[in-house]
């Protein structure tokens, strides 16, 4: 069970970013074995100057498209899949809504399975 942040600059169409959400929630489907419907993100806008990125930073040329996705993962996968799950996402947002593999910007966040309760007061990963 991801939970998936998105930020981005203000200003993007509903459209784009629904098919942020969509192709990030697709691409953890079909790369890195999340069920059907389990879908948790949060999209957040941000201003100029509350979204602070360099441009350059590892020889990349950032424009105001520029999308951090952070993903709080149970650590249950290898390398490879985490690999797998990167490159799929920047497939898709290539394609849809047309963002630039320079800028995306992912992040895994790794915890216990223990770690997460999905309500009810219970930690329903390690019953």
């Known amino acids: 069970m991801p939970l998936v942040r998105l930020s981005l600059l203000r200003g993007k169409p509903r459209a784009y970013r629904d098919a942020i959400v969509d192709n990030v929630y697709q691409a953890m489907h079909e790369s890195f074995n999340v069920p059907k419907d389990d879908l948790f993100m949060i999209v957040s806008q941000h201003?100029?100057?509350?979204l602070i990125f360099d441009r350059h930073y590892m020889g990349m040329e950032r424009s105001d498209d520029f999308v951090v996705i952070q993903l709080s993962v149970s650590n249950t996968r290898n390398q490879a899949q985490k690999n797998a799950l990167f490159a799929r996402i920047v497939e898709r947002l290539q394609v849809n809504p047309g963002i630039r593999p320079d800028d995306v910007l992912i992040h895994?966040?790794?915890?216990?399975?223990?770690?997460?309760?999905?309500?009810?007061?219970?930690?329903q990963y390690v019953l």
Not at 47 to 50: G, I, K, L, R, T
């Open 47 to 50: 201003e100029p100057e509350d």
């Open 108 to 123: 895994l966040l790794e915890g216990d399975k223990g770690n997460w309760s999905f309500g009810r007061e219970l930690a």
